[in-house]
């Protein structure tokens, strides 16, 4: 079986599947089919945009499918038609029926983010960095019904770095993952690859985050602060409110100083960054997005709108808790 070509279908949809989705096109088997979700509305015009894995795969003259729907008959014959050995799954969005899983002889294998059974679930990049983690990894597993829980083919670490974002991360993450999978396939093909059960009674859960898990809470430690912003950069991103407007925050970096003022207050804002006190030490930002605006440097926030020390950043705006 090592020298058979398999037909692969690709299933995912934002940017790190873009990047897996690159490098399974630098293999020797061919992508004959790749799925991803519908194109969407997106950014501050609202205009429908393709996805990254949709644009990778046109640039490659691969054919795209799009479905609002994957649990019909539909959707499943046409899987079928391209007559895939196996698929490929990274970041596509929606749980596969049992129909999908079965399809392919050789079933479908996940590219999941974390190192399993830990963070299993929809965000396991962002919530490694929320809750302090500093070696990371990629699992490849085989898909079964349950939520991450398949056998793992093969894993591959890596150690953060200082400052590290989710977004940095993901990218990392997804250059290591394409590499890694190849690797699981050519060892699939060739049997040296031997599916591994995970210890379930290790597994921790990485669910999927929404805008509300972005509300900072200035009474928490400086060093909790510093992770949530970090691991919620670029999506949903940390905010707080000033004004009654919501004020995204970027950029962060703990000051270990002790302060009378109560958490949320403005300590300085200034070129050096906007310094607010936590319910324990401080914590300095260099960027930041008002609302309605784009990301910039406090240093140009502050020549714009000066904001004096002592005032205190509101944890909820004026009429919407939004």
Wanted: proline content about 7%.
């Amino acid at each position: 079986m090592s020298d058979k070509r398999l037909r692969i279908v690709f299933m995912g949809t934002p940017e790190f599947a873009a990047q897996v989705l690159e490098a399974l096109l630098r293999g020797p088997d061919p992508v004959v089919a790749v799925v991803s979700q519908p194109d969407r509305a997106r950014g501050r015009g609202k205009k429908v945009a393709p996805t990254p894995t949709r644009v990778v795969a046109e640039a490659a003259n691969i054919p795209v499918l799009q479905p609002e729907k994957i649990r019909t008959e539909e959707f499943r014959n046409g899987l079928l038609s391209y007559r895939p050995d196996l698929i490929v799954v990274a970041a596509y969005g929606r749980i596969l029926p049992a129909g999908l899983l079965r399809l392919p002889p050789l079933g479908c294998i996940n590219v999941h983010g974390s190192l399993l059974p830990a963070y299993r679930g929809a965000a396991p990049v962002q919530w490694s960095i929320i809750r302090g983690e500093t070696e990371v990894g990629v699992t490849i597993m085989q898909m079964d019904e349950g939520l991450d829980t398949g056998d793992m083919l093969l894993q591959a670490k890596l150690t953060t770095d200082r400052g590290e974002t989710a977004g940095t991360l993901m990218s990392k993450l997804a250059e290591l993952g394409g590499a890694t999978l190849l690797r699981a396939i050519a060892g699939l093909k060739d049997g040296t690859v031997i599916p591994t059960a995970q210890d379930h009674q290790r597994a921790t859960l990485a669910p999927m985050l929404t805008k509300e898990d972005g509300r900072i809470d200035w009474t928490r430690d400086a060093e909790e602060i510093e992770r949530l912003v970090r691991g919620l950069d670029p999506w949903p991103s940390a905010y707080t409110f000033l004004d009654n407007a919501r004020l995204r925050l970027f950029r962060p970096e703990v000051e270990y100083l002790a302060s009378d003022s109560p958490p949320g207050t403005i300590l300085r804002a200034d070129s050096r960054g906007l310094l607010v006190a936590c319910g324990k030490h401080a914590i300095n930002f260099t960027e930041l997005q008002p609302e309605g605006k784009k990301r910039m440097a406090i240093a140009a926030f502050c020549c714009g709108r000066p904001v004096p020390a002592g005032t205190v950043l509101q944890a909820r705006g004026g009429e919407s808790d939004d």
